[in-house]
């Protein structure tokens, strides 16, 4: 087989503007797709021991993938922008998460079996349950501004950073509620998936520092070599 070597070239930063363009239209692809799996990704971290991000690899390397038949029309490309391209759509995906992240906690911070005396006290003057679940979500984003400014996704992290906790009220009723992953766990959470979807981004990236494909089928015609003494 002829070995494929890698080279230093990079046609991204040549004189080569359809390699350029190839490129950075794979990473908004790869942007796309992690925005899109980001809303699954904000669930499926709350999993019980972290099992969730296992997903966030996957993420990467699935978005990788999809990428991939656009951006290998860039080949050559040099490791480094490789790296720095990786880098910079888990950061992206990483903030996507985490305001998803922030909505879904929202949404599911009164949710059952939390305030269950607002509930029936709810449900015996007519009004639907869910409502309670509602107010709850208003409450914590206005706890969020007052307590955590500016509120919002950024008071949502400083409120996980300093443990994810806080005693919630609707109305005449206030009961302790909490998110898992809180305190100085959360930050390193967030950093480790970030870094998860980077590796598998590289995993499906790192193939174009090469300027041809790399295969160990052998072509026609070509000699087979043997690797044995």
Same mark, same amino acid.
């Given at each position: 087989m002829t070995p494929q070597t890698s080279s230093s070239f990079d046609a991204i930063t040549s004189s080569n503007p359809?390699? #350029?363009k190839a490129w950075?239209? %794979?990473l908004g692809i790869t942007a796309l797709v992690l925005a899109l799996l980001g809303y699954l990704l904000a669930r499926l971290i709350m999993l019980p021991f972290l099992l969730g991000l296992f997903f966030y690899l996957i993420a990467g390397m699935i978005a990788g993938a999809l990428a991939f038949r656009r #951006? $290998?029309? #860039? $080949? +050559?490309? $040099? %490791? $480094?922008? =490789?790296l720095f391209g990786c880098v910079f759509v888990a950061l992206w995906a990483t903030v996507c998460i985490n305001f998803y992240e922030h909505e879904y906690i929202i949404q599911t911070i009164g949710a059952e079996p939390r305030f269950a005396e607002a509930r029936n006290e709810a449900m015996s003057e007519g009004r639907p349950s869910q409502e309670v679940t509602s107010q709850a979500g208003d409450a914590f984003r206005a706890r969020l501004r007052r307590d955590f400014s500016p509120g919002g996704m950024i008071g949502y992290d400083r409120w996980m950073m300093a443990g994810g906790k806080m005693n919630l009220s609707v109305g005449s009723f206030t009961e302790p509620v909490s998110v898992q992953h809180g305190g100085l766990l959360w930050p390193i959470r967030t950093a480790i998936g970030a870094m998860l979807i980077a590796i598998g981004l590289w995993f499906s990236f790192e193939a174009l520092r090469r300027p041809t494909p790399v295969?160990? =089928?052998?072509? +026609? %015609?070509?000699p087979f070599e043997s690797l044995d003494d």
């Open positions: 359809k390699g #350029a950075w239209q %794979g #951006a $290998r029309h #860039a $080949r +050559p490309v $040099r %490791g $480094r922008t =490789i295969s160990n =089928i052998l072509q +026609p %015609g070509e």
